[in-house]
Every structure is written in C-alpha cells, then in structure tokens.
C-alpha cells in the first residue's frame, strides 16, 4: 500500500514541485502523502517563477515551497519514488541502494518517457514540461486509487 510518495529531479525548483503539486491534487480524497526532493537541490530556494506562472494559469494553487535535499532518510520514509529521468534512477540508488524496486520514472505509463529540465530555457519548456508531468501524474494517480 503505498501512503508516501517522493517526487524527484536535479535542483527541487522546477519538475517535482510541479509534480508534487499536480500529484497532491490528484490524490486529495486519498490518504497519501506526497513530497519532493532534489538530487542536488537548491537547498530553500521557491519553486521557479516560471513554473510557478504555468501551475497557476492551469488552475493550480501551489503550495509554498522550499528546495530539499535528497537524503537517504526521506528515500526510506517514502513507499513510491518517482523521478523524470532515467539517470535519475541511478543517483536515487546511488544514495540508498535498498530503494531498488519502489523507484520508477513519473513517465512509467507513457513508455517510460522522461521529461526533460525546463530550468532557464524559457516558457515554453516550461509548458511542454508541465503537460508531459500532468499526463503522467494522471496515469499513475488512476492506479493508485483507481
């Protein structure tokens, strides 16, 4: 049963704060707890401007938000790890190897599609990001509660 899921990318300012987020929203009637981290996050910094403008035109009200560490402590505390990358993966188990078989990519369900950083490459990337990220929190939120 999975009751907490971690979201991961590199800085924790741009891709898994808009999957938290999107995630969050997608599960509010589900007792499931969603946070994210970053691999080399930029520790306390707010989500970026621009994906923060993207989450609101879209109708979301993000929450606010603070950069976190990925730590080998908030890997076993979560049940799902989900990351945008394929390398990803790697620096997850890098930092806590028993974390093998609960971390998958957030694009999973769209054949294992990654989603690349959006970070100073203007709106666009943003939104294209934004999409990719709403379809595969879609899918994996309909497995999780059905």
């Not at 898994?16 to 981290?37: F, G, Q, W, Y």
């Not at 990803?88 to 694009?107: D, M, Q, S, W």
């Amino acid at each position: 049963m999975v009751k907490k899921i971690l979201i991961v990318c590199i800085g924790n300012i741009c891709r898994s704060p808009t999957a938290e987020n999107l995630m969050r929203d997608a599960l509010n009637h589900a007792d499931i707890e969603v946070a994210s981290a970053g691999l080399a996050a930029l520790v306390d910094s707010p989500i970026e401007p621009t994906a923060q403008a993207v989450l609101e035109e879209q109708g979301h009200l993000p929450s606010a938000h603070k950069a976190v560490q990925l730590t080998s402590q908030t890997v076993n505390r979560a049940d799902l790890i989900l990351v945008m990358e394929k390398r990803h993966v790697t620096g997850v188990l890098g930092i806590a190897p028993e974390a093998r078989g609960k971390v998958f990519l957030l694009g999973k369900w769209q054949e294992d599609r990654e989603i690349s950083d959006p970070y100073r490459q203007g709106k666009p990337a943003f939104v294209h990001a934004y999409a990719l990220i709403e379809e595969a929190v879609h899918a994996w939120a309909q497995r999780l509660v059905g």
